[in-house]
């Protein structure tokens, strides 16, 4: 199991999880918040080649933008456009998968409609030839019209898309401010979806069922750190920590002390 952080240095991520201690990195290809296709990354050479001679697992992370469940025409067809250019692009610095939340729709909608635009949308891709990389769908903390908050509405959307080999990025966080019990969580996800690919391994700021999507350290927030580790080793997947900067090296260090 590798262990490691997303990196906020994406000019250099190789450089910022030497500084953590990561063994697995993720990172931005372009602004977050933008809508703009990702540049050619300064670094894409020497991070292909640490994935090619398995140095360093990387994934990359979609923009936070990215709405493909929206019913909004204006919304849905630049995230489609997004996520298939970021995922060439996570392709070519030799990531493992890019990472889209769930997504939503809004109050007074169906969410149904919601998960048949993520079907429309795989199935579209797969029409082409598929996706550069594998698209990691992440679970999310707020929202009562979300696609991946809840585990019966992941379910809903796995019956849509489980067909197209979507894989599934579990945040720790984003389930304990779900209103998923961490408990058991590994076991629950897997019986959905097959699979768990990626974890985001973060504690919480807020109270269980919050909706807040606001991670700690481990140790620093509201989640029992056993739990956390507990998640990871019945997970078996790569994990990454998206904890406050100042905190990541040691959040990685009591990972790889409790996990052995």
Same mark, same amino acid.
């Given at each position: 199991?590798?262990?490691?952080?997303? $990196?906020?240095?994406?000019? &250099?991520? @190789?450089? +910022? =999880?030497? !500084?953590?201690?990561?063994? *697995?990195?993720?990172?931005?290809?372009?602004?977050?918040?933008?809508?703009?296709?990702?540049? $050619?990354?300064?670094?894409? &050479?020497? @991070?292909? +080649? =640490?994935? !090619?001679?398995?140095?360093? *697992?990387?994934?990359?992370?979609?923009?936070?933008?990215?709405?493909?469940?929206?019913?909004?025409?204006?919304?849905?067809?630049?995230?489609?456009?997004?996520?298939?250019?970021?995922?060439?692009?996570?392709?070519?610095?030799?990531?493992?998968?890019?990472?889209?939340?769930?997504?939503?729709?809004?109050?007074?909608?169906?969410?149904?409609?919601?998960?048949?635009?993520?079907?429309?949308?795989?199935?579209?891709?797969?029409?082409?030839?598929?996706?550069?990389?594998?698209?990691?769908?992440?679970?999310?903390?707020?929202?009562?019209?979300?696609?991946?908050?809840?585990?019966?509405?992941?379910?809903?959307?796995?019956?849509?898309?489980?067909?197209?080999?979507?894989?599934?990025?579990?945040?720790?966080?984003?389930?304990?401010?779900?209103?998923?019990?961490?408990?058991?969580?590994?076991?629950?996800?897997?019986?959905?979806?097959?699979?768990?690919?990626?974890?985001?391994?973060?504690?919480?700021?807020?109270?269980?069922?919050?909706?807040?999507?606001?991670?700690?350290?481990?140790?620093?927030?509201?989640?029992?750190?056993?739990?956390?580790?507990?998640?990871?080793?019945?997970?078996?997947?790569?994990?990454?920590?998206?904890?406050?900067?100042?905190?990541?090296?040691?959040?990685?260090?009591?990972?790889?002390?409790?996990?052995?």
């Amino acid at each position: 199991m590798r262990i490691g952080a997303h $990196v906020r240095q994406d000019e &250099d991520p @190789l450089g +910022a =999880a030497s !500084e953590v201690g990561a063994e *697995t990195i993720q990172f931005f290809l372009a602004d977050p918040q933008g809508w703009k296709k990702p540049p $050619v990354h300064p670094k894409a &050479d020497e @991070l292909r +080649a =640490a994935a !090619e001679a398995d140095e360093m *697992t990387l994934f990359v992370h979609s923009p936070y933008v990215v709405n493909l469940a929206s019913t909004n025409n204006r919304i849905r067809i630049p995230s489609r456009k997004l996520v298939t250019q970021h995922a060439e692009a996570a392709a070519s610095v030799g990531a493992k998968g890019l990472i889209v939340h769930g997504g939503h729709v809004t109050a007074g909608e169906d969410a149904a409609v919601g998960v048949d635009n993520w079907r429309k949308f795989f199935a579209r891709q797969a029409d082409e030839g598929g996706f550069a990389v594998p698209i990691l769908i992440e679970n999310t903390a707020g929202g009562d019209n979300a696609m991946a908050r809840r585990f019966d509405a992941l379910a809903r959307l796995w019956d849509a898309v489980g067909e197209f080999d979507a894989g599934f990025c579990l945040d720790t966080c984003h389930a304990f401010a779900g209103g998923e019990d961490l408990v058991g969580v590994v076991e629950r996800a897997k019986a959905i979806t097959g699979r768990i690919d990626l974890v985001h391994l973060n504690d919480s700021r807020d109270e269980f069922n919050s909706a807040r999507d606001r991670h700690a350290n481990i140790g620093s927030g509201t989640i029992d750190p056993d739990q956390l580790v507990a998640v990871c080793a019945a997970a078996g997947a790569p994990v990454v920590v998206e904890t406050p900067a100042e905190g990541q090296a040691d959040d990685i260090a009591y990972l790889r002390k409790h996990l052995g």
